[in-house]
Nanobody, 122 residues
Framework: DVQLQASGGGLVQAGGSLRLSCVAS????????IGWFRQAPGKEHEGVSC???????YYSDSVKGRFTISSDNAKNTVYLQMNSLKPEDTAVYYC????????????????WGKGTLVTVSS
């Protein structure tokens, strides 16, 4: 069974840090593109960060310099380290996989995991 499971969300004060995990089962994360997306209340999905099958990494401008995506192939897990968190980072965070391995766009994602809620208080 192919699954993605995001975890690690919680409540943190502004300026704090959280690390999200996206554990994959049924496939290997390094064979595909894995993206992190978020949806804030009343807003559309937003791409946050992505790692392609060749290891290329991308960040949205809103998180560049604060968030770091990484992959641990031994644990079949992709992480999102979030530092210097701001109240505007509050959202449900999702991880998703693109079987083509080459896209970070939401509409190219083939498999989505359930989200994890991140709340940043001011």
């Amino acid at each position: 069974d192919v699954q993605l499971q995001a975890s690690g969300g919680g409540l943190v004060q502004a300026g704090g840090s959280l690390r999200l995990s996206c554990v994959a089962s049924g496939f290997f994360v390094d064979d595909y593109a894995i993206g992190w997306f978020r949806q804030a209340p009343g807003k559309e999905h937003e791409g946050v960060s992505c790692i392609l099958d060749d290891g290329s990494i991308y960040y949205s401008d809103s998180v560049k310099g604060r968030f770091t995506i990484s992959s641990d192939n031994a644990k079949n897990t992709v992480y999102l380290q979030m530092n210097s968190l701001k109240p505007e980072d509050t959202a449900v965070y999702y991880c998703a996989a693109d079987w083509g391995g080459r896209s970070c766009y939401e509409y190219d994602m083939d498999k989505w995991g359930k989200g994890t809620l991140v709340t940043v208080s001011s």
